[in-house]
């Protein structure tokens, strides 16, 4: 029988195969590092006396906790200060290369792996984050650890894990016009629910997968975690090739043609066999929306917030209904009604270049809404000069946006950029949980198109909802992430 | 790690669905670096409202969490073992858990155990009759009993054994060196290395 493409990455990695229902030993590529879950880690080598094994596979980044205003001062916050600091001393000592705050390959940890060509199809990643998911976008095997995990994989370079399971989510068609990569992964959880996915390993596939850029893809796996699984992947094709061919760590040479060969046998076989398959014709799916506390409580932004008493489930039922009173939301109310006090565009889900020239296509020109606050804030320090190169920090600034540096910032608010109590945000991250964004405040989950539409009208909108000004060219809204070569869609085949 | 066999404490009913890792411990207490103390830090948010069931009297000291399905989901941070830990919590039960935290506790020596939807509902009712009630946790029997009701819980072997012997992963997987070793050497040059790119 054939195997899918999770089963060829894992076999390749196993040092030693479990038995009696013991785990495999599965080696580990590539350790990504940040400064929230490694210094417990760290502090547990020391008292056992071990050194990192392999810091030549590992690498740290400060993303979680850094400011995005005033980066060249001393962080205000102590306790956010000590963490980094810690981070420094350890990385350090132990000799891990590590980007601090102003270098130009700081950022958040699951945009600096791929931009570095660090992250490539076939290897193993993990890192103490759950959206390292991220990273499987490149056909490889990324998933979220825990701090006694990240010990583990610093001492041995190994982690003992049991199989995943395999589930096929297949998007065959072609989008609308607006409806992005986000659109598709939100759409997909509000499917399987925060639960479908737990013990799976997701594969993405058909020709709405294919067709999507690398930044697109990576927003569809990153938020692979939500639908309750620790990866999701994408079989690499040119498309993967093409993006990672100039980056500084891809392979060179000799080097490059074998991977490149390798690569190629990474590809489900027709003939195997997945667990679970799922299906979304993606001509059907319209920007989407959460109203909800939880990333599966999203509904189509021409939807009306659901009513919780229509749901058959009493723990569901009892869930939405929570979910409604901290959102301060009624049944029934029209999405596009909502208003919201910010907008944040930016996360490890949205924040990478193309994410930005999406949310600027439709801001250029326009004015944000009066009382709106708009942040945007860039995946690394990298993606900011880019940004800047093309134009786009003045775009946003002329919208009226604040234009910062690079981080986790308002996603979890662990930096000072946070909701206050009550406050409503479109936000373009990936958790709509209580408190996630500050004590208190409501989030709606959307893609960057929906982000920048909502920051200019100060109600939940799609692009299509935004009249042009007439001064400047009127909004790109094709989808995000039709990758330049076209050449791409013919890999549809590869299923 | 300690090694668990069994356990008796009070039982508490957590009766929600969804409790990501978020709500267990929010973000703002994950930027210390240590391993201990936080207990304040528990289901912060929630025990702000004096009606939260951690805040009833009768719940005062508990060893056992009896959660709705999909405990522990979302954010990978070990952080809400420890508080749950700190807290005095040493079993949770729920019909479905998150990933990433059914590993981490495994890790820590927090069991986590899987009932079904029924039976959680069954044991909220009990301890709803009886607030207060003792739970014992056998993980030689796989049982959870309140009062004279015995439910078998699901836990898997590996995670079992390792909790009754209070074993330490690293030490176990470093058992493995030459096979780690041997792995290494024929590892492909093309994958990548974090030195200084070219």
């Known amino acids: 029988m054939g195997r899918t493409l999770a089963e060829k990455v894992w076999d390749d990695h196993l040092v030693v195969k479990g038995e009696d229902g013991s785990p495999d030993l599965l080696y580990i590529d590539l350790h990504l590092i940040h400064e929230v879950t490694s210094p417990q880690a760290f502090d547990g080598l020391r008292m056992a006396g071990r050194p990192v094994r392999r810091p030549d596979l590992t690498i740290a980044t400060e993303d979680h906790n850094t400011p995005t205003l005033n980066i060249d001062k001393p962080i205000a916050d102590l306790t956010s200060r000590t963490q980094i600091e810690t981070l420094r001393r350890n990385a350090e000592e132990f000799g891990i290369r590590l980007h601090s705050l102003g270098d130009k390959e700081q950022g958040i940890v699951h945009v600096v792996g791929p931009q570095l060509g660090l992250t490539m199809p076939g290897i193993t990643v993990v890192c103490g984050d759950s959206h390292t998911s991220t990273h499987g976008a490149f056909g490889a095997m990324a998933f979220g650890i825990g701090t006694s995990e990240v010990e583990h994989v610093l001492a041995t370079q190994t982690l003992p894990l049991k199989p995943f399971k395999t589930m096929a989510i297949t998007v065959e068609g072609e989008l609308k016009p607006g409806v992005t990569a986000k659109d598709i992964i939100l759409a997909i959880i509000a499917k399987i629910g925060t639960g479908g996915g737990q013990g799976y390993v997701l594969e993405y596939r058909g020709s709405a997968i294919r067709s999507l850029s690398m930044d697109g893809r990576m927003t569809i796996c990153n938020m692979s975690i939500e639908a309750g699984a620790r990866a999701g992947m994408i079989a690499p094709d040119e498309t993967t090739y093409e993006y990672l061919k100039s980056r500084p760590h891809a392979p060179q040479g000799a080097d490059w043609d074998a991977a490149v060969a390798y690569w190629e046998t990474l590809k489900t076989d027709d003939d195997a066999v997945f667990d679970a398959e799922v299906y979304l014709d993606a001509a059907e799916l319209e920007p989407f929306v959460t109203w909800g506390t939880n990333p599966g409580q999203g509904v189509s932004l021409n939807d009306r917030v659901p009513d919780p008493a229509l749901l058959d489930d009493p723990n569901e039922r009892a869930n939405a209904e929570r979910a409604l009173e901290y959102m301060d939301l009624a049944a029934g109310t029209a999405m596009k009604d909502i208003k919201v006090d910010a907008v944040f565009m930016g996360s490890c889900t949205n924040s990478r270049i193309e994410d930005l020239r999406a949310f600027a296509s439709v801001v250029k020109g326009q004015k944000k809404a009066d009382g709106v606050r708009v942040m945007v804030v860039p995946g690394s320090a990298r993606v900011r000069l880019e940004a800047e190169a093309e134009g786009l920090d003045k775009v946003f600034e002329e919208f009226g946006a604040e234009w910062r540096f690079a981080g986790c910032s308002m996603c979890l608010g662990m930096n000072p950029d946070q909701l206050a109590p009550g406050e409503r945000c479109a936000s373009t991250s990936n958790r709509n949980f209580e408190g996630r964004q500050g004590k208190g405040g409501r989030t709606h989950l959307v893609s960057p198109l929906v982000a920048a539409a909502t920051a200019i009208r100060g109600t939940l909108s799609a692009p299509s909802d935004v009249v042009a000004t007439g001064s400047t060219l009127p909004p790109v809204i094709e989808s995000v992430g039709v990758p330049a070569g076209a050449q791409s869609t013919a890999e549809g085949s590869a299923r | ?198």
């Open chain 2, 1 to 198: 790690m300690e090694k668990f066999e069994t356990l008796t404490g009070v039982a508490v009913p957590l009766k929600r669905s969804n409790v990501d890792t978020d709500q267990i411990i929010p973000a703002v207490f994950l930027k210390r670096v240590t391993k201990t103390g936080f207990d304040d830090a528990l289901f912060h948010a929630w025990r702000q409202d004096p009606d939260f069931v951690l805040n009833d009297p009768a719940f005062q000291n508990p060893r056992v969490l009896i959660a709705g399905p999909d405990f522990g989901t979302g954010s990978s941070r070990e952080h809400a073992v420890w508080a749950l830990r700190d807290y005095g919590f040493a079993a949770v039960f729920s019909p479905r858990f998150g990933d990433i935290f059914r590993g981490n506790s495994g890790k820590q020596g927090l069991l986590t155990g899987q009932i079904s939807q029924e039976e959680t509902e069954e044991l909220w009712a009990m301890i709803e009759a009886d607030p207060g009630i003792g739970a014992t946790v056998d993980l030689v029997e796989r049982t959870l009993t309140l009062g004279d009701r015995s439910v078998a819980f699901e836990i898997d072997d590996y995670t079992r054994w390792r909790l009754l012997e209070g074993l330490d992963d690293i030490g176990l997987t470093l058992r493995e060196e030459a096979q780690i070793t041997r792995f290494e050497d024929a590892r492909e040059s093309w994958r990548p290395t974090t030195l200084p790119a070219r």
